[in-house]
């Protein structure tokens, strides 16, 4: 199983920008599609955006299409979330995971890294 730690986040203004990573241990990391999701105070985690294995495939949560890109570079095990534009209510704790791409991109692995905190100021 791979092992996934999240980071990149802090606290930024509204209409502001964040990079977040997830970096990945193991040897399989390409064999899996990757999503990232996220979960704010008092909510169920919910689902922001996913790539396929070779990422060449990507697809996003409406809540932030046109907003966030989700990347990955397989040769260094790490997926990718650019976050323009932020809004108040992106703010959360992001995390990442292997998601089902053809079963709604549910995740894939039971255990979760510690996440990242993304505070947005309005």
């Known amino acids: 199983q791979v092992q996934l730690v999240e980071s990149g986040g802090g606290l930024v203004q509204a209409g502001g920008s964040l990079r977040l990573s997830c970096a990945a241990s193991g040897r399989t990391f390409s064999s899996y599609a990757m999503g990232w999701f996220r979960q704010a105070p008092g909510k169920e985690r919910e689902f922001v955006a996913a790539?396929?294995?070779?990422?060449?495939?990507?697809y996003y949560a409406d809540s932030v299409k046109g907003r966030f890109t989700i990347s990955r570079d397989n040769a260094k095990n790490t997926v990718y979330l650019q976050m323009n534009s932020l809004k108040p209510e992106d703010a959360a704790v992001y995390y990442c995971n292997a998601v089902d791409w053809f079963g709604s991109f549910r995740p894939i692995f039971g255990s979760w890294g510690q996440g990242t905190q993304v505070t947005v100021s309005s």
């Open positions: 790539i396929s294995r070779s990422g060449s495939s990507t």
